[in-house]
């Protein structure tokens, strides 16, 4: 049975960061992760807005930070977390693969949040490349160019905005209404290239090689159908944080998201949170490897006030 200072849930930038950090304040660190190092970078096409880098691909970004963690020694691992039991000064890991458990003085989760999905047709094949679920990340390759965005509550409403003010044409296609705050709907809704269609069931994304456009349906009793060609589309339909496995150390806030200090620190001892799957406002990039950075440090000093 294997023990580390330090094990690190989630190889998102958050995590990767955190293991970069970990490793140089000489502690002893495993990387987990059930999927390949990256988290959401992976799905997008580019990312223009991380300090240093005009424009690069989210997968490329990802290799580089991974790149970076291997130069240090960190141990990566491809593993299912099932749990994480608190035992006070030790904290126990079970996984699903070959049943493996892990024993760990401080863990860092860093397991993100994932998009809802709507679940249709198209949805998957366009994924990163036609769909996406960040308007900051990747708005800025539709410049003068026709957008769908899916969903009417704050992030959609907000994203919305933005990108009406670089797109040529915006429609927003949403279940119910416009559910954001009343002065953003406002002003979304004064916005001469936007269109609304409010009570709608999203049908189809339609394409071959690229997305060409959005099929879809009312939700009243006229069920009337309609289609609408676009360049891109963004889907805010809400996020699920992914801490279900974890749920019983009692971090966590109503939403499922970690609850955290400004050191990253839970409320149990030797726990901390980094990441898009903190209770936060800007989930970005660089704020989850800030986050990291953060927690690694934290995590460090808690290792060694222990070792006295």
């Avoid at 094990?7 to 000489?26: E, K």
């Avoid at 049943?99 to 047709?121: E, F, K, M």
Wanted: aromatic share 8%; glycine share 10%.
């Amino acid at each position: 049975m294997s023990h580390y200072d330090v094990i690190i849930i989630g190889s998102g930038p958050a995590g990767l960061t955190a293991s970069i950090y970990a490793a140089r304040a000489n502690m002893k660190v495993l990387l987990l992760d059930k999927l390949a190092p990256g988290g959401q970078m992976i799905n997008t096409n580019e990312i223009e807005n991380y300090t240093g880098y005009g424009a690069i691909n989210g997968a490329e970004l990802s290799i580089k930070m991974f790149d970076h963690t291997q130069s240090l020694g960190v141990e990566f691992d491809y593993k299912t977390v099932l749990s994480i039991e608190d035992k006070g000064e030790t904290k126990v890991i079970t996984c699903e693969e070959d049943d493996a458990v892990y024993h760990a003085t401080a863990v860092i989760l860093a397991t993100g949040t994932v998009p809802r999905r709507l679940g249709i047709p198209g949805e998957e094949k366009f994924a990163g490349g036609g769909i996406s679920w960040c308007a900051i990340c990747d708005g800025a390759q539709y410049r003068g160019k026709d957008v769908v965005v899916i969903g009417g509550g704050n992030s959609a409403v907000e994203e919305s905005i933005y990108l009406a003010g670089i797109t040529n044409a915006l429609t927003i296609v949403t279940l119910f209404d416009l559910t954001a705050d009343p002065k953003a709907c406002d002003r979304l809704c004064a916005m001469e290239n936007v269109t609304i269609y409010p009570y709608q069931d999203v049908l189809e994304f339609t394409g071959e090689d690229k997305l060409t456009g959005v099929r879809f349906k009312s939700t009243k009793e006229d069920a009337t159908e309609r289609y609408v060609t676009c360049d891109g589309v963004f889907e805010y339909i809400g996020l699920q944080p992914t801490s279900k496995f974890f749920a019983s150390l009692g971090i966590l806030d109503k939403f499922g998201c970690i609850i955290v200090d400004d050191e990253m620190k839970t409320s149990v001892p030797g726990v901390f949170g980094a990441g898009d799957i903190t209770a936060k406002k800007l989930r970005q990039v660089i704020t989850a490897c800030s986050d990291g950075a953060i927690a690694a440090n934290s995590a460090a000093k808690y290792v060694e006030s222990l070792r006295g």
